[in-house]
């Protein structure tokens, strides 16, 4: 709301007991800085080798078959956003279809 991409209004079907924690939680991210989201073992980002090199990663180091992943538009322009959920279409999600989790780490 200070940078000037949202308004109060934007806000409103948050309910009212959930609103200043969300509003909270904003701002934490808001100081976001790029050394934080370097260290980030929960975001994948960066080229599209990066991020799929990161999954296949996470995806290994897990064990995991499936991965849930969540794109976040955040304040980007709506049209940005639909390039880079059709770019990880094209460029990263085939390889990570064709990966095989071969192991599962015995916990």
Do not use: C
Not at 26 to 34: E, M, P, S, V
Not at 47 to 69: K, S
Not at 76 to 96: C, Q, S
């Amino acid at each position: 709301m200070q940078t000037g991409y949202r308004r109060e209004a934007d806000y409103d079907y948050i309910r009212p007991e959930h609103r200043e924690g969300f509003l909270r939680a904003l701002q934490g991210f808001r100081q976001t800085t790029l050394t934080d989201l370097e260290r980030s073992e929960r975001l994948a980002w960066g080229t599209p080798e990066q991020v799929r090199d990161t999954l296949i990663e996470l995806a290994d180091t897990l064990g995991a078959g499936t991965l849930m992943l969540n794109f976040n538009q955040g304040a980007m322009p709506h049209e940005l956003f639909v390039r880079n959920v059709e770019r990880f279409g094209k460029e990263v999600l085939p390889a990570l279809q064709a990966h095989q989790v071969t192991t599962v780490p015995l916990t």
